[in-house]
């Protein structure tokens, strides 16, 4: 089960469930507009994660949870979030519930951030503050978990 318990997994269960959801129950108040919106959402997602991935990349830290990063990378896009790879996969299920016409299975998102935070992201910023110590604490001061600057919950700050 625990080659199983990776965020991008999490991500496809929870489209999968969008993806049934609006099949069973389809609910196309944003019609005609609302699957290109999804789908317009879900991509702006993948090229986030893309560029996340990039910048680790060229940082040469890993990008794979549970693994020790050898870099602090704190530019780009993790300058206003701490986890814009879990962003973008939230952006991609946001986009599966409206391109799949299961507006209504946006609840959805409060469970997709509360397993990403609880299985990936608390073990991940422990991991962090240990190898980077204060150069993490004052980056997390300042950068939102999941979004800095939008104007509610404090950017999921914790």
């Not at 080659?3 to 609006?22: E, I, K, R």
């Not at 952006?91 to 990936?120: D, H, K, Q, S, Y």
């Amino acid at each position: 089960m625990k080659a199983l318990d990776w965020p991008p997994v999490w991500t496809m269960a929870a489209v999968a469930l969008a993806w049934g959801l609006g099949r069973l129950w389809p609910w196309d108040f944003l019609s005609p507009v609302g699957p290109a919106l999804g789908m317009l959402l879900a991509l702006a997602g993948v090229a986030l994660m893309a560029v996340a991935g990039a910048q680790m990349a060229l940082a040469r830290t890993t990008v794979i949870p549970r693994q020790m990063p050898s870099v602090l990378v704190t530019g780009g896009v993790f300058a206003w979030s701490r986890n814009p790879i879990y962003l973008g996969d939230l952006m991609v299920v946001a986009g599966a519930c409206l391109g799949f016409n299961a507006p209504w299975a946006l609840p959805l998102l409060a469970g997709f951030v509360w397993i990403i935070e609880t299985r990936f992201i608390l073990d991940e910023e422990a991991r962090l503050r240990a190898r980077f110590g204060a150069g993490f604490d004052t980056w997390a001061a300042g950068t939102a978990r999941w979004m800095t600057g939008v104007p509610f919950g404090n950017g999921l700050r914790r």
